[in-house]
């Protein structure tokens, strides 16, 4: 956005922080936010305000908007059939129009009195990755014929601090059974080398090129879990996450997955590992057997994850919220 010419008001980097407890050391920062960007619409000839995810901030952003006359965009809606469903009556009372990205969340807001419409997922829209084979193995040390497993342990410190050395250790369980098995970790591109150097293993900073070239994957519960989907990567989801966190956690979260792909194909497509459950030894023979393209459970995760593309059903979002966008600012 900085790029197209956006004014930034906070960096997103400063946004990215998960969990309760997290939070609560970083409210003055987020009170200060909110009285800025609250200020802004007062101030400013604002025409429309168009929230995307980031429900602990942009609910009340989306309520202040309605109340000073402004009318709310809210694409990619907060998860609230996940927590807190009461809540869906308040973004259908605060949002004019609602953009989902799942196809299961149009039904649900619907019945909260949302005027919601599911514009299809934008991992739809992402254009192959460039590069063969030969040429990424080489780049990374590794020979053809190497099975490779994909780490990808997060997209924010916090999350790569908390899984990556367990999911290492994972990894070297893997190896010592399978030897012939090669390990890449998927570095996100904002993150500095130095968060990966508690991994033995090399950094891959094309994550899509990861995705299009492993065997199998370890992927922490988020986005990448419909990115490895797509590419048809078999995969374990695992998330560990801080211990009072998770205890409020699961007071509040009523789903029967965690991950996105499971979500949305209805059903246990691939295998998940929460908190506790979280162990070397739990996720390597988890993923021993997709690392095997002959193991009859490899094929059947395979098959559901192209449920799981055949659910999501089309591409073309960004053009699609963008049509609404003008449909509201027309009317303002």
């Not at 025409?47 to 429900?55: A, E, G, K, R, S």
């Not at 599911?118 to 030969?134: N, T, Y």
């Not at 099975?147 to 990894?171: K, M, W, Y």
């Not at 988890?286 to 490899?298: G, K, N, T, V």
């Amino acid at each position: 956005m900085a790029a197209e010419g956006v004014e930034l008001l906070a960096d997103l980097h400063e946004l990215a922080v998960m969990g309760f407890v997290e939070v609560l050391s970083r409210l003055p920062f987020f009170l200060r936010l909110r009285r800025m960007v609250f200020g802004a619409l007062e101030r400013e000839r604002v025409d429309l305000v168009i929230p995307v995810d980031y429900p602990g901030f942009n609910l009340r952003l989306a309520r202040h908007a309605r109340r000073v006359g402004i009318p709310v965009l809210y694409y990619i809606a907060p998860q609230v059939w996940a927590w807190h469903a009461s809540r869906a009556a308040d973004l259908a009372r605060d949002a004019d129009r609602i953009a989902v990205i799942l196809p299961f969340e149009e039904d649900f807001l619907r019945a909260h009195g949302a005027n919601v419409e599911f514009v299809g997922h934008p991992l739809l829209d992402r254009p192959a990755p460039d590069g063969d084979r030969e040429g990424w193995v080489k780049d990374l040390g590794l020979l053809p014929e190497n099975r490779v497993l994909a780490l990808f342990p997060g997209s924010r410190a916090q999350e790569i601090e908390r899984h990556l050395g367990i999911f290492s250790a994972a990894s070297e369980l893997v190896q010592k059974r399978n030897p012939e098995v090669r390990v890449v970790v998927g570095g996100a591109t904002a993150i500095p080398d130095k968060a990966y150097a508690a991994s033995p293993y090399p950094v891959s900073r094309a994550p899509d090129l990861l995705l299009r070239h492993a065997t199998a994957a370890l992927v922490k519960s988020g986005t990448t879990t419909l990115e490895a989907a797509l590419a048809e990567v078999p995969f374990v989801v695992a998330y560990r996450m801080n211990r009072l966190t998770y205890q409020l956690a699961r007071r509040v979260v009523r789903v029967p997955h965690i991950a996105l792909a499971n979500l949305v194909a209805g059903r246990r497509v691939v295998p998940e590992l929460v908190q506790d459950e979280v162990t070397a030894d739990a996720m390597a023979r988890a993923l021993e057997p997709l690392l095997d393209e002959s193991d009859p459970e490899r094929r059947a995760v395979v098959s559901g994850l192209r449920e799981v593309r055949s659910a999501l059903k089309r591409g073309g979002a960004g053009p699609r919220v963008a049509d609404i966008a003008a449909e509201l600012l027309e009317i303002a």
